[in-house]
């Protein structure tokens, strides 16, 4: 009876005609107004063991040059907290998920949990309910892996209190470092490559039929491009992958090593998918992969993101949709024209630039100029005007004189970026930046990149500024408990990588809603206002 209400499964054959797989039963809270937040479970309290045998570890799987980082504690997310179907399997493990590394994982772990539910387990929020602990972890960068790391720990010792635990590592820690993964922590008991996502349920099982420190990998081209998946985000919003791995070989970067070149997903499978999302409720539709202006490349036909924009903007329900991580290299002026005459495409994309220097993007093996930078930049601007650009930066690539680096610091003054990280250098094993001549000190690379966020704080005050007074459209995601304030999103904000706009309202606000907010402050990253009315 708890299940009559609940929602279905997206499967390939959605949108074709006919459908193979019976309704999936997820649990997704009624529409109402968000009270407080959900509270993740506590640390355990083995955290100064934790943290020494962190650094520890971190000596094992870093790189020679490690980069100093501070640690963002990523807990268990409750939006995993669902019950099974209604099949029973042999043997029913509560199951909790930890979520790390970017929105591409988020999806492998929504498929992740989708198989599991299947084979019937449940799962929980709570990490100290659980038979099963599933860390899903990232590997791209120094910091990635600390964090990777510190979680795997966190879980493990869950064990002093539930011997029985069970501890799995999957994503792409677990497919970078494979058996070493085990060998430096014995207490994990299984370790899963991307490859053999598909086979979770059959790990989880066997572990509980006694087997022992088990590791399941494969072939990169055989990572899933897609398949039937929960909703992990909240109900309004989520990502859509359309394809995995990379072709652009830049010399600082893992992923080729760890996801392999670019297979992008077909082109009707993703709309089907996109689809069943607008069904369930999605309303803004983020499209992500490594690089989401080369969908299509690896058929022989480049461009085809254009073609894929025209036949997501046609579907009801969808009223946003947001590329992420576009390459300047492939910002056509096709692109721009599918952008404009899309009119759910948002005008917002991520350009992850990493430097202005012609030296240095020769050396990172981008395929990019200064002036070509700067062409792209201003076309964007002139063809789409209200558009939002973020970037990324590096600082402290092997090499960068401090004249390469001033000429960072100028072109982020010109250009002026609506969102902008920098980060310092993180060396890479197996890359060809980190056996280059010419790395440079830790301090020097921290400072650096500290730098060039002190310039963008300016530019953020600036441009943050500006907008009180206007009157914005904003999407509801939920309220903060402690300052009562609901938390909503303008087309300018993808969710968890940029700010809010916290308002106050007297009525109630409901997620997954649009409302018009007058902006009557701000601060460096959020904008505060009133719904008018």
């Known amino acids: 009876a708890a299940l009559n209400s609940l929602r279905g499964e997206w499967s390939p054959e959605v949108g074709r005609g006919e459908s193979k797989h019976p309704s999936l039963p997820l649990a997704r809270a009624e529409r109402k107004p968000l009270n407080q937040k959900k509270k993740h479970p506590p640390r355990h309290q083995r955290a100064n063991l934790l943290k020494e045998k962190t650094a520890l570890l971190q000596q094992r799987f870093a790189p020679r040059h490690q980069r100093a980082s501070q640690l963002k504690n990523n807990p268990t997310s409750s939006r995993y907290n669902r019950p099974s179907r209604e099949k029973e399997s042999i043997i029913r493990m509560k199951i909790a998920c930890i979520s790390l590394g970017c ?3 988020q999806v492998d772990l929504d498929v992740m949990v ?3 539910l299947s084979a019937g387990h449940e799962t929980v929020a709570d990490l100290g309910e659980a038979d ?4 899903n972890t990232c590997g791209f960068i120094e910091s990635a892996k600390t964090e990777a790391i510190e979680n795997i720990l966190e879980a493990c010792s869950y064990k002093q209190v539930n011997p029985n635990l069970k501890v799995v590592v999957t994503g792409c820690l677990a497919e970078r470092y494979r058996s070493q993964i085990e060998e430096e922590i014995p207490e994990v008991d299984a370790v899963v490559g991307c490859a053999s996502n598909k086979a979770i349920d059959s790990i989880v099982a066997r572990l509980f039929n006694g087997e022992e420190h088990l590791e ?22 989520a990502y ?46 983020i499209i992500v992969a490594q690089d989401p202006t080369a969908y299509g490349e690896d058929w022989g036909k480049p461009g085809s993101i254009c073609e894929l924009l025209d036949k997501l903007n046609r579907i009801d329900g969808i009223q946003w949709i947001r590329i992420m991580y576009a390459y300047p290299e492939r910002i056509t002026d096709e692109f721009i024209a599918a952008m404009k005459r899309n009119e759910k495409v948002l005008p917002y994309l991520d350009l992850p630039i990493q430097h202005c220097n012609d030296t240095i993007l020769k050396n990172m ?20 005007p209200d558009i939002t650009l973020r970037t990324t930066l590096i600082a402290g690539f092997p090499g960068e004189t401090e004249e390469q680096f001033e000429d960072l610091c100028s072109f982020v003054k010109e250009v002026q970026f609506d969102r902008l990280g920098c980060f310092a250098y993180s060396a890479e094993e197996n890359t060809v930046a980190a056996k280059m001549d010419g790395q440079i000190e830790q301090e020097v690379k921290d400072r650096r990149a500290e730098l060039v966020m002190q310039i963008q704080t300016g530019i953020m005050a600036q441009k943050q500024a500006a907008k ?3 009157t914005v459209r904003v999407l509801c995601d939920g309220v903060d408990d402690e300052s009562g304030l609901y938390l909503c999103r303008t087309a300018a904000d993808a969710p968890e ?9 007297e009525e109630p606000l409901y997620p997954g809603e649009f409302y018009d907010v007058l902006v009557e402050d701000s601060d460096l990253y959020d904008l505060y206002g009133t719904v008018v009315k």
């Open 365 to 384: 093996n981008r395929r990019s100029t200064r002036a070509e930078l700067l062409e792209v930049i201003g076309k964007l601007r002139r063809e789409i």
């Open 497 to 505: 990588v940029d700010g809010n706009v916290c308002v106050s309202s």
């Open 216 to 237: 399941s990998y494969g072939l990169k081209k055989d990572f899933p491009l897609g398949g039937k998946r929960v909703i992990g985000t909240p109900a309004h919003y």
């Open 468 to 470: 009180v007074g206007q």
């Open 103 to 105: 929105p591409k994982n």
């Open 114 to 116: 989708h198989i599991l």
């Open 132 to 135: 099963v602990i599933l860390v």
């Open 240 to 285: 859509l992958k359309i394809a995995e791995g990379c072709n652009n070989r830049c010399h600082y970067c893992a992923i080729p090593g760890i996801r392999g070149p670019l297979r992008s997903r077909e082109m009707a499978d993703c709309v089907a998918e996109a689809r069943w999302l607008a069904g369930e409720g999605v309303k803004e539709l």
